[in-house]
């Protein structure tokens, strides 16, 4: 922010967004890391399951509950509903497992961590403290702590590479770790929740993952307790010809807090890159959960070669009397996104809240929206998404909101705008509606239009260049869902809106 | 003996999906009908089943039929629907001087219908149209309902063209001085009426088209409408409310530079209806509003009502307008599915979609599908979708007024439907309508 004192800030002109304006370029996470890898054989099958588990060092029943998954997935068929257009996925000619090779012993001290784990972290913009942390350096988290409060744990293609202030979290009840972990320390937990969400045989992809899935995060707010600072993982996805699998997995007990947020960010490859991921969350009552994304996987080049395939299942199920959850997106990465964060409203008076920007430029296609599940009485359920179409990309929103008969009283907003900038992109809208008693309410508008020329005048004649512009009227446009985001994470998305855009002007 | 009884049964099954099992059902569907032969609309009959054998039937897991269960269209013959000839409802649009074709069971009665002879217009029935030979709509008959299988397949459509027994053919080349009104009659408790309509407006020309009556137990109706430049047409259909019908109808139009299509639907029960329309707009400054005011009533039986409509901007500068408004009581189910899709290079287009539902109970429902299909950056397209109950701080208002009741909600309800309504743009015929979903709602109260 002290840069941007000296900026000529105009009246009206956020200050945040010129600094996001100055700040553009072009996909800024693209380099890779040269690090010694193991990797397990090519493609999936039963023995690859096994050595996931193994890897892992997972009891008997959590192999068991992979293969189970597995011997689903072999059954199932890809599906084709989206309006995505994408060559099919050789699934055979994948790798399901890569960590660097300094992972398989823990390393003891700085010394010993490899340096280019270490830079790569920097590089990635993750201060310096956090970073002896993540690289896993044992005993690391008894440093006295400066700078911001936010736990991390970082995903680095198919393992957890550590997670900082868990001793901090632990004081107050807070389990933070990476699945793998949990599975190993917490079964009890693991065991009960796991899979209550998205079921093993929810969808083609969540199949998948569930069989195969490396690592990913656990978090568990015991009863009463507000997590004393913001939990967040990062996923990095670095080898090449990698699919990552990771999970996720939250439970807030009764009356507690958490926000969580998740970042993404892989290198630009010629290759298409496949990233199936799953994320549970369990609320109970009175529990609250802010779920943020800032979704920045490699969106392939200009030509639309190469970029991640992003296809994620994300479900919260509030499950008690006025439990809480608000999933706020920003997606600007991925050549193909395919996500549907979704709420369950099962106790009463449960809130679910989703709020989107999904960016699509060049030749990115992005089909994600919602469900808002009602099924408990007196649940409220808002959506507001903000789609934005360029260059020669496809986007669409696409959203379920339904309304059990035994859901009376309840309500849901949603409001879907598509901007569209130029001629040669599109913006769908796709939303389902089913209304099932008289005394819901559920009101749905949506509207599509360009950047509008009025506002883009103002600005040039304010002596802005054309691409300035566009991303300042961008950013108005997104406002109420940047809003929604935690400060941090609200300053990213802006600029990351700004440069997800550029060279889709003139 | 289990285990082999499963064996005996895997293997045939390959020979079974040799031929996928809706072209079964299809078979059994069309061995119960007759299909016409010869006639200048041989050719499309021929084009349209062998498209039809390529669709095969829907089956209730084809997104395209998520809200409507297809099986009720899907078999070979419908279920024999007594019902009241005598029963006291005065037709709509009675009073009106109107070219009256008579339709009994689908097929055209002319003993009972107006001479067909009107000043600007040129019309006949399918039927004998096609004993006769050679005709103007040898090269339209069946042509919008294949243009319209894109992008999404309408069997039941391609099955009419393939079937249709009879139906009316209107070219009009000025502006004829009354409506055409087609009034449909029951005959037999089970028929399954099936007609086809082909409406060709010449450059410049208007007309009024209508439609009332009773349709049969089960019907499939088409109506193709080509606009040539600067047309208008206006159609007006509103079926006799109080039969119990398995129904489906689809409307295919073309609209062409500055051509004007406004089709109004009411829909008063009905036990399992589905009505769909298919607008190309095909020229630029091309105006269609199609709109529907439904009333669902599941008291007297099962109510089941669809609205499926399909827009495509092609050109530049168009304007479509979708209204729809359910009322829907004692577990009626009303649904919306609703499409606008803008063409690249569409510019200016502009598209507006309402779908809105008053649920008078806990018991019905309202399923709606709004979507929006846009490839073109400078347009102005929205749609909104809300249902929800009658609004108690209007009711305690009238209440408080001293209004009844019974007629505050009658009231609310007719302004609830009055955007819909506004789309006729005929005021006698507008108040012939409004009266008649009063005298409804007063009944159905």
């Known amino acids: 922010m002290t840069a941007t004192t000296d900026l000529d800030v105009r009246e009206g002109v956020d200050r945040e967004t010129v600094e996001a304006v100055q700040n553009m370029g072009s996909y800024k996470y693209g380099w890779d890391t040269e690090i010694e890898m193991e990797y397990a054989p090519k493609g999936v099958n039963e023995d690859i399951v096994r050595l996931i588990s193994k890897k892992n060092n997972e009891p008997e029943w959590m192999t068991e509950w992979r293969l189970e998954a597995y011997r689903r997935w072999v059954t199932m068929t890809e599906p084709k509903w989206a309006m995505l257009n994408y060559p099919e996925i050789d699934y055979q000619d994948l790798y399901y497992y890569a960590r660097p090779k300094s992972m398989e012993e823990k390393p003891k001290s700085l010394d010993e961590v490899d340096p280019k784990l270490l830079a790569t972290y920097e590089k990635l913009g993750i201060p310096l403290r956090e970073q002896m942390i993540l690289a896993g350096v044992e005993g690391a988290e008894a440093a006295p702590a400066e700078g911001r409060r936010v736990a991390v744990d970082a995903v680095f293609d198919s393992v957890s590479v550590g997670t900082t202030f868990k001793d901090e979290l632990a004081k107050a009840g807070v389990i933070f770790c990476s699945i793998s972990e949990a599975i190993r320390e917490h079964p009890e937990l693991v065991k009960k929740y796991l899979g209550s969400v998205v079921p093993q045989s929810d969808n083609y992809f969540a199949t998948l993952n569930s069989a195969v899935f490396s690592d990913g995060s656990f978090v568990y707010i015991p009863e009463g307790v507000r997590c004393p600072m913001e939990l967040s993982t990062y996923f990095r996805i670095n080898a090449e010809n990698t699919g990552q699998f990771e999970r996720t997995l939250i439970i807030a007990d009764k009356g507690s807090y958490v926000s969580y947020l998740e970042g993404c960010t892989a290198p630009k490859r010629d290759t298409n890159q496949l990233h199936a991921a799953v994320v549970e969350i369990v609320i109970l009552e009175d529990a609250e959960v802010k779920y943020s994304t800032v979704q920045n996987w490699f969106p392939g080049d200009e030509d639309g070669k190469g970029g991640i395939y992003n296809f994620v299942t994300k479900r919260a199920d509030c499950r008690e009397a006025r439990a809480k959850v608000m999933w706020t997106q920003v997606e600007t990465g991925s050549a193909i996104t395919w996500k549907y964060p979704s709420c369950i409203l099962r106790g009463e008076e449960s809130q679910g809240e989703f709020y989107s920007i999904a960016i699509a430029n060049n030749w990115q296609q992005a089909d994600t929206g919602t469900k808002m599940i009602h099924l408990g009485k007196n649940t409220r359920s808002r959506i507001v998404s903000k789609g934005i179409s360029a260059g020669q990309a496809q986007n669409t929103y696409r959203g379920l909101v339904t309304m059990h008969p035994r859901a009376t009283n309840s309500r849901n907003y949603t409001q879907c705008d598509s901007l569209l900038i130029g001629d040669k992109c599109g913006a769908h809208t796709v939303p389902y509606i089913e209304v099932k008693n008289s005394s819901s309410r559920v009101e749905h508008e949506a509207t599509t239009s360009k950047v509008d020329d009025d506002q883009l005048f103002y600005c040039r004649s304010r002596g802005m260049d054309e691409e300035e512009a566009v991303a300042l009227v961008v950013n108005g446009f997104c406002r109420e869902v940047l809003q929604a985001l935690p400060m941090e994470f609200a300053m990213e998305a802006q600029s990351l809106v700004a440069i997800s855009l550029e060279g889709s002007v003139g | ?445």
């Open chain 2, 1 to 445: 003996m289990s285990e082999i009884a499963v064996k005996t049964k895997a293997q045939q099954t390959p020979q079974v999906t040799g031929a996928p099992k809706a072209v079964t059902a299809l078979d059994d569907r069309l061995a119960a009908m007759s299909l016409p032969q010869g006639g200048f609309s041989a050719p499309a009959r021929a084009e349209a089943l062998s498209r039809l054998r390529v669709m095969g039937l829907p089956g209730p897991r084809d997104e395209y039929w998520r809200y409507t269960d297809p099986r009720l269209f899907n078999v070979p013959g419908p279920q024999p629907l007594p019902f009241d000839a005598k029963a006291p409802e005065s037709p709509l649009f009675a009073q009106r001087d109107t070219l009256t074709l008579v339709f009994v069971d689908g097929a055209f009665d002319a003993s009972s219908s107006d001479e067909l002879a009107l000043e600007g217009i040129e019309i006949t029935t399918l039927a004998h149209a096609d004993a006769a030979g050679d005709h103007w709509a040898a090269g339209l008959y069946g042509a919008l309902e294949a243009a319209g299988q894109q992008p999404v397949k309408r069997p039941f459509a391609a099955l009419n063209s393939a079937a249709a027994a009879d139906g009316v053919l209107i070219r009009v080349t000025g502006t004829p001085s009354k409506p055409v009104h087609v009034l449909h009659r029951r005959a037999a408790d089970a028929a399954d009426a099936v007609w086809h309509h082909v409406i060709r407006l010449e450059e410049g020309a208007e007309l009024t088209f209508l439609e009332s009556g009773m349709v049969g137990a089960r019907s499939n109706a088409v109506i193709e409408v080509d606009l040539a430049q600067g047309a208008k047409l206006h159609h007006i259909t509103a079926k006799r409310a109080i039969d119990p019908k398995v129904g489906l109808s689809h409307l295919f139009a073309r609209v062409a530079e500055g051509a004007v299509l406004k089709s109004f639907s009411l829909a008063v029960n009905g036990t399992h209806m589905r009505h769909e329309a298919v607008i190309d707009m095909a020229g630029d400054d091309a105006v269609a509003h199609v709109a529907a005011a439904v009333l669902g009533d599941g008291a007297t039986g099962r109510f089941h009502h669809d609205d499926t409509v399909f827009i495509t901007h092609g050109a530049e500068r168009g304007e479509s307008r979708q209204v729809f408004k359910k009322v829907l009581k004692n577990g009626a189910t009303g649904v919306f599915q609703g499409k606008i899709l803008v063409k690249q290079g569409a510019q200016k287009t502009d598209g507006y979609q309402i779908s809105q539902a008053l649920l008078l109970d806990e018991a019905s429902q309202f399923l709606a599908k709004p979507e929006l299909e846009i490839y073109a950056d400078d347009v102005k397209c929205s749609h909104g979708s809300t249902t929800g109950a009658i609004d108690e701080h209007a009711l305690f208002y009238l209440r408080s007024r001293g209004v009844p009741m019974d007629r505050a909600i009658v009231f609310l309800v007719l302004s609830f439907l009055a955007d819909a309504l506004e789309e006729v743009e005929d005021e006698g015929l507008r108040a012939e309508i409004n009266e008649r979903l009063e005298e409804w709602l007063t009944s159905h109260a």
